[in-house]
Nanobody, 124 residues
Framework: QVQLVESGGGLVQAGGSLRLSCAAS????????MGWFRQAPGKEREFLAT????????YYADFVKGRFTISRDNAKNTVYLQMNSLKPEDTAVYYC?????????????????WGQGTQVTVSS
C-alpha cells in the first residue's frame, strides 16, 4: 500500500507560479512511475505529466508543455510539479498518482494509488 500526500496548492494570480509536492510512503518509491492529474468542477480528471522511475523519461499533456515541469527526488520519496505562467483555466484539484510499473502512462486507470488532492485556484 502506498500513501500519497499532496501539498503546495493555493490561490495565485494569473501569470504566477506554484510548486506542488507529493510525498509518498512507499519504501520502494523509486520503483513507481509517478503522475500528476487534475480535475476541475464538472469535468473529468485529466492527465498532466508523468515521470519514469529514474527520471529519464517525462511526458506532458500538450496544454501544459513549456509551462509545467515534473520532477522527482527518490531520496526524499517526493514528486514535484512546478507550474509557471498559470491561467484561470488551470483552476482545479490537483492529484498525484503512483503506478507500480516502470512503464509511463497517461491513462488514469493504469495508476494504482492516488493522493487526496490539493486545490489550485488561479485568479484573473
Amino acid at each position: 500500500q502506498v500513501q500519497l500526500v499532496e501539498s503546495g496548492g493555493g490561490l495565485v494570480q494569473a501569470g504566477g507560479s506554484l510548486r506542488l509536492s507529493c510525498a509518498a510512503s512507499a519504501r520502494t518509491f523509486s520503483s513507481y512511475t509517478m503522475g500528476w492529474f487534475r480535475q476541475a468542477p464538472g469535468k473529468e480528471r485529466e492527465f498532466l505529466a508523468t515521470i519514469s522511475l529514474s527520471t529519464s523519461i517525462t511526458y506532458y499533456a500538450d496544454f501544459v508543455k513549456g509551462r509545467f515541469t515534473i520532477s522527482r527526488d527518490n531520496a526524499k520519496n517526493t514528486v514535484y510539479l512546478q507550474m509557471n505562467s498559470l491561467k484561470p483555466e488551470d483552476t482545479a484539484v490537483y492529484y498525484c498518482a503512483a503506478k507500480n510499473s516502470r512503464v509511463v502512462s497517461i491513462t488514469r486507470k493504469e495508476y494504482d494509488y492516488w493522493g487526496q488532492g490539493t486545490q489550485v485556484t488561479v485568479s484573473s
